[in-house]
T-cell receptor
Framework: GENVEQHPSTLSVQEGDSAVIKCTYS??????FPWYKQELGKRPQLIID?????GEKKDQRIAVTLNKTAKHFSLHITETQPEDSAVYFC???????????FGTGTRLTIIP | DTGVSQDPRHKITKRGQNVTFRCDPI?????LYWYRQTLGQGPEFLTY????????KSRLLSDRFSAERPKGSFSTLEIQRTEQGDSAMYLC????????????FGPGTRLTVL
């Protein structure tokens, strides 16, 4: 089955700086890669996703890049703000097997 | 609120008791998923339905666990003879087969087994 690894497990950045979180996956059939943000005690919220037919997707301060050959994808947050502090999870799945396999999460702390 | 809802939000039970959780998906979504999340970990897939059909079950779902979605709308997850290791957050998510695989999560039910 699919295995998703996520790094780092914790990340602290100064407000205004950029943050990068990286994930690798094992199943070359995976073609859908969402990112979720989870604040303490709250539900995971989908913040951005990418499909394997594109290499990069951007939504305001958030971008995701995908390298299918290397089987890794990354979340980039620019101009970080205190409200970006949360745990971020990457996940992978493929059409025909819609269950998401999640990474272990990255606790992002934005230092004011 | 038109998002995914779950009930109850918290459940405390004694070991050996049975518990049942309910999930109401986004109304136009035909797919419904159950995940379990323990502290410091990502959600782990348990099972999923397309309409009323249960299409996949994880090996994590022992025979003490059963899930139903009788009319293709809400779903229930029952745990029989609960064990302390069942303590976790049980998350429900829904998606539309017509809209890709964007899954939207409910607030979860936190189960504590004493």
């Amino acid at each position: 089955g699919e295995n998703v690894e996520q790094h780092p497990s914790t990340l602290s950045v100064q407000e205004g700086d950029s943050a990068v979180i990286k994930c690798t996956y094992s199943d070359s059939a995976s073609n859908y890669f969402p990112w979720y943000k989870q604040e303490l005690g709250k539900r995971p919220q989908l913040i951005i996703d990418i499909r394997s037919n594109v290499g990069e997707k951007k939504d305001q301060r958030i971008a995701v890049t995908l390298n299918k050959t290397a089987k890794h994808f990354s979340l980039h947050i620019t101009e970080t703000q205190p409200e970006d502090s949360a745990v971020y999870f990457c996940a992978a799945s493929y059409f025909g097997n819609e269950k998401l396999t999640f990474g272990t999460g990255t606790r992002l702390t934005i230092i004011p | 609120d038109t998002g995914v809802s779950q009930d109850p939000r918290h459940k405390i039970t004694k070991r050996g008791q049975n518990v049942t959780f309910r999930c109401d998906p986004i109304s136009e979504h035909n797919r419904l998923y159950w995940y379990r999340q323990t502290l410091g970990q990502g959600p782990e897939f348990l099972t999923y339905f397309q309409n009323e059909a249960q299409l996949e079950k994880s090996r994590l779902l022992s025979d003490r666990f059963s899930a139903e979605r009788p009319k293709g709308s809400f779903s229930t997850l029952e745990i029989q003879r609960t064990e302390q290791g069942d303590s976790a957050m049980y998350l429900c998510a829904s998606s539309s087969s017509a809209g890709g695989n964007e899954q939207f999560f409910g607030p979860g039910t936190r189960l504590t087994v004493l």
